[in-house]
């Protein structure tokens, strides 16, 4: 395989996991953020121009799970917890996240690979 496809097998792999992921979000989550990550590493490895978009998706997805987690961590929000569901507007990274990183994953493989330069002979 050259070079040039390891990015891109990396990618559908990361787009396969975030939508994967995405049946259950919470359990999910422990997909969705390393597919997330495999997202702008491919990005990064071939200096695409959407990168900054996966960079922060792969961000605000980090922040949105731990902060879900940690939620969950302290009993969860509303019913008898004594915590308001305004406090669900704290994991609101972790959707706008994923829509980022769908959006990059998209932009990102329709974009056209790097032409190679032959070598000299």
């Known amino acids: ?21 995405a049946i259950d979000p919470l359990e999910g989550s422990l997909v969705i953020l390393p597919g997330t990550a495999l997202l702008a590493f491919a990005a990064w490895l071939v200096h695409s121009r959407h990168r900054r978009l996966l960079y922060w998706a792969f961000a605000a997805v980090a922040l949105g799970v731990g902060v ?6 302290m009993g969860g929000i ?42 000299p002979a």
């Open 1 to 21: 395989m050259t070079r040039h496809r390891w990015p891109r097998v990396l990618a559908i792999i990361g787009l396969v996991a975030i939508l994967v992921g």
């Open 68 to 73: 879900m987690f940690a939620i969950s961590a």
């Open 78 to 119: 509303g019913g008898n917890t004594g915590r308001s569901m305004w406090w669900a507007l704290l994991m609101l990274p972790y959707p706008i996240g994923w829509i980022l990183a769908l959006v990059g994953a998209i932009r990102g493989l329709r974009e056209a690979p790097p032409t190679q330069i032959p070598s």
